[in-house]
T-cell receptor, first 117, second 113 residues
Framework: ETGVTQTPRHLVMGMTNKKSLKCEQH?????MYWYKQSAKKPLELMFV???????ENNSVPSRFSPECPNSSHLFLHLHTLQPEDSALYLC????????????????FGAGSRLTVL | KQEVTQIPAALSVPEGENLVLNCSFT??????LQWFRQDPGKGLTSLLL?????REQTSGRLNASLDKSSGRSTLYIAASQPGDSATYLC????????????FGQGTRLTINP
């Protein structure tokens, strides 16, 4: 257990479904992230929330919608997905800062394995 | 656009050997570089973070170096053990503050008993 908890661990959904992935951290971090890991591709940053500001990768389709209600919780809302969206979705958190204080070291959750039929 | 490349893609060595994993990046304007390991079906575990002003970091049997000007980093693993078998990922941070990391595709390492 890393301190970053993701649920569900596995999700199978049809292309017309609406579902959400949840991420929770109680490490006192002030930034949270969604990454996508597809087979044979590098991890891809989808969204960053830092001090309640959202930074997004402009290539992420609008069928992925993030929500960060507070610094400890992060959601990824999914709707009308495509089979190519099947992947491991990883949540991470960090404490922003400078120097060698342990800032900027990302702590990852175990991931949510998504299969779109 | 920043691109990160890791060579080799896969490596298999006998237990006890020292080994080096390589990472290169195309844009030297980075804030830090991080090495992670990922076990099959699991998330990533942070191993080492090197600030852009640093040359190396050490943790136990691991030593990571950074040559920002040439766009290279290496991860040295001493006296390898079967438990070191995993995929090792290199990532560079391209903004200050929140970590917008660009990852390489990883090196899949197998240590044979």
């Amino acid at each position: 257990e890393t301190g970053v908890t993701q649920t569900p661990r596995h999700l199978v959904m049809g292309m017309t479904n609406k579902k959400s992935l949840k991420c929770e951290q109680h490490l006192g971090h002030n930034a949270m992230y969604w990454y996508k890991q597809s087979a044979k591709k590098p991890l891809e940053l989808m969204f960053v929330y830092s001090l309640e500001e959202r930074v997004e990768n402009n290539s992420v389709p609008s069928r992925f919608s993030p929500e960060c209600p507070n610094s400890s919780h992060l959601f990824l809302h999914l709707h009308t997905l495509q089979p190519e969206d099947s992947a491991l979705y990883l949540c991470a958190s960090s404490k922003t800062g400078t120097g060698n204080s342990g800032a900027n070291v990302l702590t990852f959750g175990a991931g949510s394995r998504l299969t779109v039929l | 656009k920043q691109e990160v490349t890791q060579i080799p893609a896969a490596l298999s060595v006998p237990e006890g050997e020292n080994l080096v994993l390589n990472c290169s990046f195309t844009d030297s304007a980075i804030y830090n570089l991080q090495w992670f390991r990922q076990d099959p079906g699991k998330g990533l575990t942070s191993l080492l973070l090197i600030q852009s002003s640093q040359r190396e970091q050490t943790s136990g049997r691991l030593n990571a170096s950074l040559d920002k000007s040439s766009g290279r980093s290496t991860l040295y693993i001493a006296a390898s053990q079967p438990g070191d078998s995993a995929t090792y990922l290199c990532a560079v941070s391209i903004i200050q503050g929140a970590q917008k990391l660009v990852f390489g595709q990883g090196t899949r390492l197998t240590i044979n008993p």
